[in-house]
């Protein structure tokens, strides 16, 4: 009988061979196994879903915090608007002592903000009155962001104290409009210097006295030449930055099962990914009074992977040839006797060998930011579009073999859409001056591979540091 | 008889029990199998798991050009493989030299033999031996396939396959000599 029907006798009865299995307990498998492969993306859409419901709740927040604002201004200009119909009621007289204590009260402090010449100026001026002297003090300091010269105002302003008199003449309508425009002198002084707190009522009510007095005495008849300040109080703000960070590649890699190849398996036992580099320069353009902004630029990540190589295995070679020789007793008979003859070499292959995945991205963000004095702390979030994606080394390809990346084409040029989310803290060392540190973490859908033997997709995670300016 | 286009049809639209009906079909052809392949009846049902896993996973690469038994079986050998990879198993290297012929075997030694009789007989090879025997003649695979999946090269399958051969036919020869058989060799 043909040893070859017994092997056929083998083959149809252990092809054939059937046994019960527990079809629940399978199944029960296969959907923890989907249930885990779901996990990640219910992480993701968890963490956007808590973001966005942050980000609304502030909005709605901020909105009805704007409303108050709005409502204590009104009010605060309500009872400006009290304290000048008060004044008007008072007879001239009052007024006059009123604004000579509120001079006087100031009138240390503010000589002593004086330069030395314009002290000295100031006391030869023996023509001037003591009254009309604090007057012109007063002038000079007021009006101290519009002019540089000390010397110039005064003798503008000591011209008699006919000219200081007329100022209560003044009506209601050009004492608040006086009063209006101190506000925002205040408020461009406040974003120019930070240095000078109008806020105490008191002081307010010297300022005032102060700009319907020399409000008179310096813009009479001149009010075109008045340059007036910015009335934008959420001015756009643009910030250029630099990141540069590390970062920990997680690499999801996967055979396809219908693939049969040990130098993948070999490639998802040993081969690890190391540390990854980031690089980023980005644009922020914001307003100034709302906490959510836009961000976008260049960035650049360079991620290593690892094959370690250790392989000690044997390999057999048959080839064909004599494999006993038989002589005869006379000698004249000789047998050769052919067969396979089998030939082992041992090998012991030890290698480390890298590539290199690098790309080049577009990322776009939405910012949320909270500052806290100088510090500032912000929530990202956001797409990454790949334009390029340029790989460099070797990989494990075959039994013994690497083969250079560009020319085993073994991963995409392109590698789509990546989702973001950062955590920054930061701090403003100066008026445009910023540093930082972020954690961030990269979610990326798209595959690498561009074969279909394998799969293979990154998580990403790392910190950084940067630094930028804001204009 | 099932129709498996419509059940693969039906499992890639996520039903379930399609997905049961695919397992409760191909699960008793592919438990023995795995069973062959990881000699241990717990590594063989986590072999059958991990194999439906896959299945469900990669199912839409099955573009339905071969046969779907083929494919299922493959991924089961693979996972049955990959199993005992992750265990501590590792083919041994057995020394062997000699020449080898086909030998003749006749029907009546082996005719009465049943599923059970035939594995032992097999689990007696040499593991490579076994490994290399059962994919080839049982699955069908060749040389080429058989070297990369046990990571050896196609002409050590090959002189494998000899010696498993041969092995097994002095096995034989040895069982008839206990059954008291006079059936030749």
């Known amino acids: 009988m043909d040893y070859n029907k017994f092997e056929d006798h083998i083959k149809k009865t252990l092809h054939n061979r059937e046994e019960a299995v527990d079809v629940s307990k399978i199944m029960g498998a296969v959907d923890a196994s989907q249930k885990s492969g779901r996990k990640g993306l219910v992480i993701l859409l968890a963490t956007i879903l808590l973001f966005s419901s942050f980000t609304v709740g502030y909005l709605v927040y901020d909105t009805d915090s704007e409303g108050l604002a709005a409502a204590s201004e009104s009010d605060v200009e309500q009872a400006s608007h009290n304290i000048l119909n008060s004044k008007d009621s008072r007879s001239e007289e009052e007024r006059l002592q009123d604004r000579s204590m509120i001079l006087q009260a100031r009138d240390s402090e503010i000589h002593d903000q004086l330069n030395p010449a314009t002290k000295q100026e100031l006391s030869s001026s023996s023509s001037l009155q003591p009254s009309t002297s604090k007057v012109v003090d007063v002038a000079s300091i007021s009006t101290k962001v519009k002019y540089s010269s000390v010397t110039a105002r005064k003798s503008q302003v000591t011209k008699s104290d006919n000219k200081f008199l007329r100022n209560d003449s003044f009506t209601e309508t050009s004492a608040r409009n006086s009063f209006e425009s101190f506000n925002n002198v205040t408020f461009a002084k406040q974003e120019e210097a930070k240095s000078f707190n109008y806020k105490n009522e008191s002081l307010e009510k010297i300022a005032i006295e102060k700009l319907v007095n020399t409000g008179e005495i310096l813009f009479t008849g001149t009010p075109q030449n008045v340059e007036c300040p910015s009335f934008n109080q959420n001015p756009w703000i643009f910030e250029i930055g630099t990141i540069m960070g590390v970062s920990d590649p997680v690499k999801r890699f996967s055979i396809n099962p219908t693939e049969i190849n040990p130098a993948l398996t070999s490639r998802a036992e040993n081969e690890k990914s190391l540390e990854g580099l980031d690089l980023e320069f980005n644009l922020s353009a914001k307003r100034m009074r709302w906490p959510v902004f836009i961000k976008s630029g260049v960035s650049y990540s360079r991620w290593t992977e690892r094959m370690s190589l250790e392989r000690e295995y044997t390999e057999i070679d048959t080839v064909q040839g004599i494999i006993s020789a038989t002589v005869s007793q006379t000698g004249d008979t000789v047998t050769y006797i052919y067969g396979d003859i089998f030939i082992e070499t041992d090998y012991d292959i030890k290698k480390k060998v890298h590539y290199y995945i690098n790309r080049v991205n577009i990322p776009l963000s939405l910012v949320y930011e909270r500052e806290f004095g100088d510090n500032a702390f912000q929530a990202e979030l956001g797409a990454s579009f790949n334009i390029r994606t340029f790989s460099a080394g070797s990989v494990y390809e075959s039994e013994n073999t690497f083969t250079p990346v560009n020319i085993g084409n073994f991963f995409s040029s392109l590698t789509g859409v990546s989702y973001f989310t950062k955590a920054h803290y930061r701090r403003y060392i100066s008026d445009h001056m910023f540093v930082g540190v972020l954690a961030h973490f990269h979610y990326l859908p798209a595959e690498f591979s561009n074969r279909s033997s394998f799969s293979q997709k990154y998580l990403n995670y790392g910190l950084g540091i940067y630094g930028g300016y804001r204009f | ?185």
Not at chain 2, 86 to 91: A, L, N, R, S, V
Not at chain 2, 144 to 152: N, P, R, S, V
Not at chain 2, 169 to 178: G, T
């Open chain 2, 1 to 185: 008889m099932i129709d498996i286009e419509n059940i693969i049809e039906r499992c890639l639209k996520g039903d379930r029990r399609s997905q049961e009906k695919l397992v409760a079909h191909f699960g008793p052809k592919l438990l023995p199998l795995c069973k062959r392949y990881t000699r241990d009846s717990h590594l063989a049902q986590d072999a059958l798991q991990e194999t439906f896993i896959n299945v469900f996973r990669y199912l839409g690469n099955f573009k339905g050009s071969g046969v779907f038994d083929a494919w299922i079986r493959r991924i089961a050998v693979n996972c049955s493989l990959n199993t005992l990879k992750k265990g501590t198993f590792h083919y041994q290297s057995v020394s062997d030299d000699g020449e080898y012929m086909l030998p003749s075997v006749d029907a009546a030694v082996y005719q009465h033999l049943d599923y059970e009789d035939l594995l032992k007989i097999l689990e007696e090879l040499p593991p490579i031996y076994y490994m290399v025997f059962n994919l080839y003649v049982v699955e069908g695979y060749g040389h080429k396939e058989i070297g990369t999946m046990l990571e050896i090269g196609e002409s050590t399958s090959r002189s494998n396959l000899s010696r498993a051969r041969k092995k097994l036919v002095e096995i034989l020869k040895k069982k008839r000599l206990e059954l008291g058989s006079n059936l030749a060799v």
